[in-house]
């Protein structure tokens, strides 16, 4: 692998504000690592920085486990200066209704939290110590449904979101130490493909009068991993349009 340049791993990153978060630090020069369930779209792959995509489940531990010794042995030693813990999902029922606490399977809830928590922690963990070596930053994507009721987003979905904002200020304390910095981005209604028609009913509610674009989240979450955000840690930033004011 090329050394020389920054390097960060994004998770979840064929589509959505993952993939928006690869580009953003593609087109600033920085080398990227992705994992996704799909694989990349073949123009992604031409890009001479997109180092390396491992096709990974991490809802499944030898997946996770096979992608973090995958990037650790290409990294060889090398620095990594980004984590970026994107790659989440939000079950609904077969007709799209909100899953709630009193229904759904049990074990969709235990899928959500191996996922949007889980991971997030277990790739920390497994990338530690090329962390250290590039002082570098881990940003966790959380949501605003994590901190009030949602009418779309389901109670596993949000609880576990909520759980990675805690995780995000436990690590922060932790990492400190090996002078890693940790911080989240709480996205509002970003325009992806988890978005449904019904989510029109909620600009309204928003003060900049629009929905949001991957790119205003992955623009943040590079901020953060930039050396501009050096004494920044600990923080959950909303990109949410001003919608987390009321």
């Known amino acids: 692998m090329e050394t020389g340049r920054k390097i960060v791993i994004v998770t979840g990153a064929s589509r959505g504000i993952g993939h928006a978060t690869a580009l953003c630090f593609l087109e ?9 369930r799909q694989d990349m779209p073949p123009e992604c792959k031409r890009d001479p920085n997109w180092t390396l995509h491992v ?35 939000s079950p609904k029922a077969p007709f799209q209704e909100r ?15 191996e996922l949007n928590f889980f991971a997030a922690l277990k790739l920390s963990r497994g990338f530690a110590a090329a962390l250290r070596r590039g002082k570098g930053a881990i940003v966790n994507i959380t949501s605003i449904a994590g901190h009030s009721i949602h009418p779309f987003a389901g109670s596993a979905y949000s609880i576990s979101k909520a759980a990675l904002s805690a995780l995000t200020r436990e690590m922060a ?51 953060l991993c930039s050396e501009d955000a050096g004494y920044v840690t600990g923080n959950e930033v909303w990109v949410t349009g001003g919608q987390h004011l009321f």
């Open 28 to 36: 600033r020069g920085w080398r990227v690592i992705t994992c996704s």
């Open 55 to 89: 096709p990974t489940d991490l809802a499944d531990a030898n997946s996770l486990e096979n992608f973090v010794e995958t990037v650790n042995e290409a990294l060889a030693e090398q620095p990594l200066h980004g984590l970026v813990n994107n790659a989440g999902m």
């Open 99 to 113: 899953l709630g606490c009193l229904n759904g399977d049990l074990e969709a809830w235990r899928d959500v939290f």
């Open 173 to 223: 304390n932790e990492f400190a130490s090996l002078d890693v910095r940790v911080n989240a981005v709480a996205p509002g209604e970003i325009e992806t493909a988890m978005i449904q028609p019904e989510y029109e009913a909620l600009i309204p509610r928003i003060p900049l009068d629009r929905m949001g674009q991957p790119e205003d989240v992955a623009n943040t979450i590079f901020y």
